[in-house]
């Protein structure tokens, strides 16, 4: 292990680049591909069992007719585009589509992003007794599962629960807040359940800005704000793309908090496209339309993708 | 606060006037804090007050009333709920899923990312890539196809079931999270290694193993926390014997009204164990994301 302290450390690109066998070409025992597909082998073949395959299925049977019960069970037959030209002219599909973005957007990319970004600079130098508790209380909510969050935001929200009665001092009328306003209801729910994650991954990207930039930013006379959006933000912005990535990810195929709170409803208001596809293909048993809204899905969750991934790529080239 | 860092919502110059705006800017932060501190806590708050009161107090009055009649509280529904066979057996059946789940990927993943990371084959970075581009796929692409391939295999139902699927769609981000730790490994300590004759599966236990442990144990808190409170997977892949305790939160809850009390004492048993773990891990947890997320 002594030979360690002898070679400057690289940097990961240098690391990556060096060829592996650059220091080890002696190595004794070589024995070709078994070296590498003995410790990779379990995981190759979970991944082609578990997604390889069932993609592929996925896209055939979203050509075909295929069902859980009844004569189209026992007797599949290829449709072509019939299920995508449906799955078009269904408004209770666009309405999904619409709803599913709506609730991406909303509580993904801005509720927990802006707030998690917030909670994590103003915490930033906070004494650390706050830091804990405010940290406890809102990991706590992202720990929760999600039957139970949801749960715990309907008996919130419903015409009995708390927020009427702290409402009824001011007022209010009191009303079933998942009736009134659904999308609002489990927008704030998933807000509050997942804010925590974006919390911590920017406080750790924030805890690695050097404070020295920062304090030559305010003697030039840079304010609170400038110094946060043209220094700090800059230098996180790797973490900004791939925590919303990893968030983004997420919540696209959120289902249990919503099926617990609103099961869609009231009609098909808060019916995003996992409600949809759920209840196409396991309660209705039309495995064929089911499938295509579920590829569906993997667009939306592909495009959005994209986005930070290019945003990745032109952080790169800079 | 007056650390040195502590002007950062206040101005730039420590004339008397920006200490008092920096002082006040302060405790407004403070304020701000507490209050959403308290909006955070005020949905678990109510669940747990009720889940302490009588099924009869819970249906005459709201949980906040306790405030005035402390009396009121009781351990009874927690009592009640543990004397339910069926809803104990459901929080067994939520552990036999949990525990190998996260066992087994760990292992996986983490002979998997090895190769990754340190062996040469073909194609190798191509394939990496292609991993991760899997985490792109939605959990319910797989449903239906894999509740058939169950079908014909016979563990439709089954615990197992619900296991290897839960193994099978975490690979993609186990592989991504612990690929990128293992790359950050300094090259001397694997090569002095090699050196000394190590075997392939020495370096992964002696060099790889201890030193990728922050990213092993935030994998482990990740899939822990994700199978213990999945519902969609059990939902769709385990029969009645088989259900984790999600599930027969959720049957109860369809029945809402009628049994609050068996609900929120189940809701605030099912978070005690994942709270637990989370925070015996939480130092390791975040290292081990941020190297993730770092490359």
């Known amino acids: ?318 | 606060m007056t650390t040195p860092h502590g002007e950062y919502e206040g101005a730039p110059r420590r004339t008397a006037v920006s200490r008092v705006v920096g002082f006040l800017g302060s405790s407004i932060v403070q304020v701000l804090l507490v209050c959403i501190g308290l909006f955070w806590l005020m949905p678990t708050l109510g669940l747990f007050v009720t889940s302490l009161r009588s099924p009869q107090d819970n249906a005459a009055s709201g949980w906040w009333t306790t405030l005035q009649e402390p009396a009121q509280l009781t351990l009874e529904n927690y009592a009640s709920l543990l004397d339910n066979p069926s809803f104990v057996a459901s929080f067994f059946n939520t552990i036999l899923i949990t525990v190998p789940s996260t066992l087994i990927i760990v292992a996986i993943a983490s002979l998997a990312a090895y190769a990754f990371a340190w062996l040469e084959f073909p194609g190798r970075d191509w394939l990496f890539l292609l991993v991760v581009g899997l985490l792109v796929v939605p959990l319910q692409v797989a449903l239906i196809p894999i509740a058939q391939i169950y079908g014909g295999a016979g563990i439709y139902g089954s615990i197992l079931g619900v296991v290897l699927f839960h193994v099978g769609f975490g690979l993609p981000f186990a592989i991504f999270l612990l690929r990128n730790f293992f790359a950050a490994i300094p090259r001397d300590l694997l090569e002095a290694a090699r050196m000394d004759g190590g075997k392939e599966h020495t370096i992964f236990r002696r060099v790889i193993l201890p030193l990728g442990g922050p990213a092993i144990a935030s994998l482990t808190i990740f899939q822990f926390l994700w199978v213990w409170n999945d519902l969609l997977v059990a939902l769709v892949f385990a029969d009645a014997q088989a259900q984790p305790m999600t599930v027969a939160l959720q049957s109860e809850m369809r029945q809402f009204g009628a049994n609050l009390d068996v609900i929120s004492a189940g809701a605030f048993l099912s978070m005690v164990v994942p709270l637990v773990v989370f925070f015996a891990f939480q130092r390791y947890f975040v290292q081990g994301v941020m190297a993730g997320s770092v490359k």
Request: glycine share 10%; no cysteine.
């Open chain 1, 1 to 318: 292990m002594s030979a360690t302290t002898a070679t400057p450390p690289l940097t990961p690109d240098q690391r990556r680049r060096r060829p592996v066998r650059a220091g080890g070409g002696t190595r004794p025992g070589q024995r070709g591909a078994a070296r590498w597909i003995i410790p990779l082998g379990p995981a190759l073949f979970l991944l082609l069992a578990f997604f390889a395959g069932p993609i592929l299925w996925t896209v055939w049977a979203s050509f075909t007719n295929a069902a859980l019960t009844g004569a189209q069970a026992a007797q599949t037959e290829f449709i072509g585009l019939a299920n995508f030209e449906r799955l078009l002219a269904d408004p209770r599909f666009a309405s999904a589509t619409i709803l599913t973005i709506v609730f991406l957007l909303g509580s993904g990319v801005v509720g927990q992003t802006v707030l998690g970004l917030t909670l994590a600079l103003l915490l930033q130098n906070r004494h650390a007794l706050v830091r804990g508790a405010v940290g406890v209380i809102v990991v706590g909510a992202w720990v929760v599962p999600e039957v139970v969050a949801g749960f715990v935001w309907y008996a919130f929200l419903e015409r009995e629960g708390s927020l009427n009665a702290v409402l009824g001092f001011g007022g209010v009328e009191s009303q079933n807040w998942l009736f009134t306003a659904p999308m609002l209801a489990v927008i704030l729910a998933n807000v509050w359940k997942g804010t925590a994650f974006s919390m911590m991954t920017y406080a750790a990207g924030l805890s690695e800005v050097p404070s020295d930039l920062k304090e030559a930013a305010r003697v030039d006379g840079a304010s609170g704000f400038q110094v946060l959006f043209h220094v700090v933000l800059p230098l996180i912005r790797r973490t900004i793309a791939t925590t919303l990535l990893l968030v983004t990810l997420q919540t696209v195929q959120v289902f249990t908090l919503i099926y617990v709170m609103t099961s869609g409803g009231p009609g098909s208001r808060s019916t995003t496209l996992p409600l949809l596809m759920y209840e196409q293909a396991l309660q209705l048993g039309d495995l064929g339309y089911g499938t295509a809204i579920a590829l569906a899905l993997l667009l939306v969750a592909g495009l959005f993708s994209l986005v930070y991934v290019r945003m990745l790529g032109t952080e790169a080239k800079r």
